[in-house]
C-alpha cells in the first residue's frame, strides 16, 4: 500500500500545474480553476499523497501551496536552478512539463533534506512587500534617468508625472513594511538587532527579514552561501584556480551592496577596517565589497542566534 510520505513533483505554469508520482509512474494535469484545484486534492488523497514538492516560479507557487497547505499537506518549495543540475546530472535532456514534473519528485526523493525556506505567511507578506518596492525604487530610479536627457516638454512632464506617483507608492509600500515590521514581534526583534549595526539601516533589516529568514538558525557557512558570497574553490591536481562566488539570492546582494559600499567605507568601523586590509593586499574594490558582505553576514548570524545587539567593544576592530 502507498504509505503517507508518497512524494509528488508539481511543476507549476500560469494556467495549469503538472503533477508526477515517480513512484507509481503516475501523472496528471490540472487547470487554474477552481474546479480543477478541488480535482487536484482529491486526486492527491487518492493516492495518498503526504508531500508535495514544487519549484519557485516567480509568486505562480503560493497559491497552489496555500490550497496544499489548508489541506493539510507538506509542501516543499526548491531551488528550480537545482533541480535543472540534477536532471543535467542524471542525463535528461528532454524538457517539458510533465517531465519536469517527474523530474521534481526525483530530486526530493534523492534529496530529501532540500527543503525551502521555513514557511511563514507573515515573511512571505513581507518578501512581497519588499520586493515590490524595490521594483518600485528600481523604475523611479529609471524615469530619473531618463530626466537628465533632453527631452521635448511633454516628455518631461510626462517623466515627472510618473517619477511623482513612483515615488508616492514607494513611500506607502515603506510605510507598509514598516507596519508589518513594528507588529509582529519576531521581526521586531530581529530588525531592532539589525539596525544595532552601524551603516544598515531599516531598509537594510527589512530585505534580511524578508530574504533571508534561515539567519540566525544555520551554520555562517550556510549563510554565507545562502546570500551567495561564499567563495568557492576551483582546483584540479596541482591546478589552483581563482575562487568564485556562485548561486545565492540575488535580490537580496543586490539590496545590500550599496548599504555595504557605506558601511565599509565610512560608517562600520570593524568593516572599514576590514575592507582597508584588503585593499592594501591588492584586493579589487568589489572583491573587497563582496568579502565584507559576507563577513557581516557572519557576524549577523551570530548576533540574531544570541539575541544579541552591536557592542561597540565586543566588535571592535582588531
Not at 533632453?150 to 513612483?166: M, S
Not at 509600500?173 to 549595526?197: G, H, M, N, W, Y
Request: net charge positive; hydrophobic share 45%; glycine share 6%.
Amino acid at each position: 500500500m502507498t504509505q503517507k510520505t508518497t512524494i509528488v513533483g508539481i511543476d507549476i505554469g500560469k494556467e495549469k500545474i503538472d503533477a508526477a508520482i515517480r513512484s507509481e509512474s503516475v501523472g496528471a494535469s490540472f487547470a487554474s480553476t477552481a474546479e480543477d484545484r478541488h480535482n487536484l486534492l482529491d486526486w492527491l488523497k487518492r493516492h495518498r499523497v503526504g508531500t508535495v514538492v514544487m519549484e519557485a516560479s516567480g509568486g505562480y507557487e503560493s497559491r497552489w501551496a496555500k490550497l496544499l497547505r489548508t489541506a493539510g499537506i507538506e509542501v516543499r518549495i526548491v531551488d528550480p536552478k537545482r533541480v535543472r543540475h540534477f536532471a543535467r546530472s542524471a542525463g535528461s535532456l528532454a524538457k517539458n512539463d510533465p517531465i519536469d514534473a517527474a523530474m521534481i519528485a526525483w530530486f526530493a526523493e534523492t534529496f530529501p533534506d532540500a527543503v525551502g525556506r521555513p514557511h511563514d505567511p507573515r515573511r512571505e507578506e513581507l518578501d512581497q512587500l519588499v520586493s515590490a518596492r524595490t521594483a518600485l525604487a528600481v523604475m523611479k530610479a529609471q524615469i530619473a534617468n531618463y530626466a537628465e536627457h533632453d527631452q521635448p516638454a511633454e516628455v518631461r512632464k510626462a517623466h515627472r508625472a510618473i517619477g511623482k506617483t513612483l515615488a508616492a507608492q514607494v513611500a506607502r509600500l515603506e510605510a507598509a513594511i514598516t507596519a508589518k515590521i513594528d507588529q509582529t514581534a519576531p521581526f521586531a526583534e530581529r530588525a531592532a538587532i539589525i539596525e544595532s549595526v552601524p551603516g544598515l539601516g531599516h531598509a537594510s533589516a527589512a530585505g534580511l527579514i524578508a530574504f533571508l529568514p534561515e539567519l540566525g538558525l544555520v551554520s555562517d557557512k550556510a549563510a554565507a552561501a545562502l546570500v551567495g558570497v561564499a567563495p568557492y574553490d576551483d582546483d584540479s591536481g596541482k591546478h589552483r584556480g581563482r575562487r568564485f562566488i556562485k548561486g545565492g539570492r540575488q535580490k537580496l546582494r543586490n539590496l545590500l551592496f550599496l548599504p555595504i559600499v557605506g558601511a565599509a567605507t565610512r560608517f562600520n568601523p570593524v568593516l572599514k577596517a576590514y575592507y582597508e586590509r584588503l585593499i592594501a593586499k591588492g584586493k579589487p574594490a568589489k572583491v573587497a565589497l563582496i568579502a565584507c558582505m559576507r563577513k557581516l553576514i557572519v557576524i549577523l548570524n551570530t548576533m540574531i542566534a544570541r539575541g544579541e545587539k552591536w557592542d561597540p567593544i565586543r566588535h571592535a576592530p582588531a
